[in-house]
């Protein structure tokens, strides 16, 4: 295959699983022989959360007051902006993986700018501003051919399109995550008071769809057993406002008498760095990731790839690409049955079995392998890109 120039257009330069699968994807794809550029608007001027091994472009963009609505239509034009340089546009595909990039894309494409784009589909989101959910649908129609994380995805739009979807999967850094410690472990213990357990480990951040709720009360019930568990809440980076629903998990929290804070029975971090993710994990005793709605879960393979145990809602994409070995898979509607997994993580037995069949399981999922089903629908863009352009 002629060697590609790919933009790749993701909605933010904070640690989102998105955003993560975008660098990595481009990492291999670079690998492969292709050039793969990362772009994201970046109101903070900090760049991308991590180093990453291929371009990237910081997009210019400003802190915004406002709505949801303000924010998403100001990170559009932010894209718009940019890419209204012919320079700027200089490659083979453009490729947006959520609906901001998808709706520049689409306006570019209809400005006659660019004849198509690739858009790998996540996940779909329910917005009740109808605003939002239009541009969400327009960055799925508009594209020239779409791509999904997950079986259960593609079909979902399939059906609804009536539209071919081709499934890509995810990967994962074996050579950054991997079960042997590293200083990090003892540094990141130390830094935000993590006992000796039991350690439950909750990615994400406060946010609906993660059933942070969900979690909060199964830990509250973990707590009965184990006086001494703490639960660690990573990440929370969101372009969408999820205040209502963090305050509602934050009284629930108050409600169970679970205190917040550093070496308290819950420690909130916020969005942390890749280094520190590894230690995480291998600290935890368990994730717990009984998702109402997920794209794939990135974090699922990372933490199994680290030996840590995981926590899965009985419910695709999750029984999708894990067997019913690789997990402990639970009903996301009840907390009872997400402590009991909670409890049964750190059982010895069940913990080596775990741990075992977690290690397979990631190990079967490479980046490299994840990119090279990204290149024939490149391919087949490219030839349409180009094409002469008629007025």
């Not at 709605?293 to 990372?302: N, Q």
């Amino acid at each position: 295959m002629t060697a590609l120039r790919i933009a790749i257009l993701t909605h933010s330069t904070n640690p989102r699983g998105g955003v993560a699968h975008c660098l990595a994807l481009a990492e291999a794809l670079c690998a492969l022989g292709h050039e793969a550029v990362v772009h994201a608007s970046d109101p903070s001027g900090r760049g991308f959360y991590r180093a990453a091994a291929c371009p990237t472009v910081s997009v210019a963009a400003e802190p915004v007051a406002g709505t949801t609505v303000d924010l998403v239509r100001a990170r559009i034009d932010d894209y718009l902006r940019h890419f209204a340089s012919p320079a700027a546009r200089d490659f083979d595909v453009f490729h947006a993986h959520c609906g901001i990039g998808g709706n520049a894309l689409a306006t570019l494409k209809h400005r006659r700018l660019i004849p198509g784009f690739v858009r790998t589909v996540h996940h779909v989101d329910r917005f009740s501003d109808p605003v939002l959910a239009d541009w969400q649908d327009r960055s799925i129609r508009e594209a020239t051919r779409l791509l999904s994380v997950s079986r259960a995805w593609a079909d979902r739009i399939a059906d609804d399109l009536g539209t071919a979807v081709g499934v890509v999967g995810n990967g994962v850094d074996l050579s950054i995550y991997r079960e042997a410690p590293t200083e990090a472990d003892a540094i990141v213990r130390a830094r935000w008071g993590i006992g000796g357990g039991p350690v439950v480990l909750s990615v994400g951040g406060f946010e609906e769809r993660k059933n942070t709720a969900g979690i909060i009360e199964a830990f509250a019930l973990l707590r009965r057993r184990h006086r001494h568990a703490q639960l660690v809440i990573v990440g929370g980076a969101s372009l969408l406002d999820h205040a209502s629903y963090r305050a509602r998990c934050h009284a629930a929290l108050s409600a169970h008498g679970l205190a917040v804070g550093r070496g308290a029975a819950v420690i909130e971090t916020g969005p942390v760095s890749q280094a520190e993710m590894p230690a995480f994990y291998r600290m935890a005793d368990g994730l717990a990731f009984p998702s109402w709605t997920e794209g794939f879960g990135l974090c699922v393979l990372e933490a199994m790839a680290c030996g840590t145990p995981a926590i899965v809602s009985r419910r695709p994409p999750f029984t999708e690409y894990l067997r019913s070995d690789d997990a402990l898979f639970v009903d996301p509607g009840d907390p009872r049955d997400i402590a009991d997994a909670m409890t049964a993580a750190l059982a010895p037995t069940t913990r080596a079995a775990l741990r075992a069949a977690g290690s397979t399981r990631a190990a079967a999922h490479s980046w490299r392998a994840c990119a090279g089903r990204h290149l024939d629908t490149y391919a087949a863009c490219a030839r349409v890109e180009r094409e002469p352009i008629h007025a």
